[in-house]
């Protein structure tokens, strides 16, 4: 079963967060959605969510993938993090798989992890993003990077995370029982 540490902090875009995790564990993924701090965790358009787990309650070592949701704010404070810069550093270098969605790639690029990388994000970031190789297309696959453009790519970045984990026929399964669009 893959482990996944859900990253959330204030301004985080909601509908990314919840679709995420909710497809995650539909496919049976042991998922952790994880706050900066100890209080809940107010998103975007004001939703308020309660993270499993605080930062300092888990070691980002023994996940399998980290995946970030984006919304501006949100990962405006991921990348004012140092501890969320180190991880992902620290997951790069052991070749683990690193999700990112909407504005949330912008935080691979803080991190020094995109250079040369293949990527899609929110048209609104795209400049920001440095030298990678930047992709109109709603989800890209690019080594252990995988990323999508934003709130109406979530459910087609939730499956491709569980196509690249569990296979096609597990992606399939839940696209037809979520009455999702074929992934």
Partial sequence: MPRAMVLLADGVEEMEAVIIIDVLRRAE???VSVGLKSDP???SRGVVLVPDKVWNEVDADTFDWLILPGGLPGTQRLIADQRVLQA???HARAKK????ICAAPTVLHAAGLLRGQAITSHPSVAERLGDTRRSPDRVVIDGNFITSQGPGTTFEFALTLVKTENGPDKASELAKSMICAKS
Avoid: E, N, S
Avoid at 97 to 100: F, N, V, W
């Fill in 29 to 31: 993924w042991d998922v």
């Fill in 41 to 43: 965790v107010t998103a």
């Fill in 88 to 90: 992902l550093q620290t």
């Fill in 97 to 100: 798989k690193i999700g990112a």
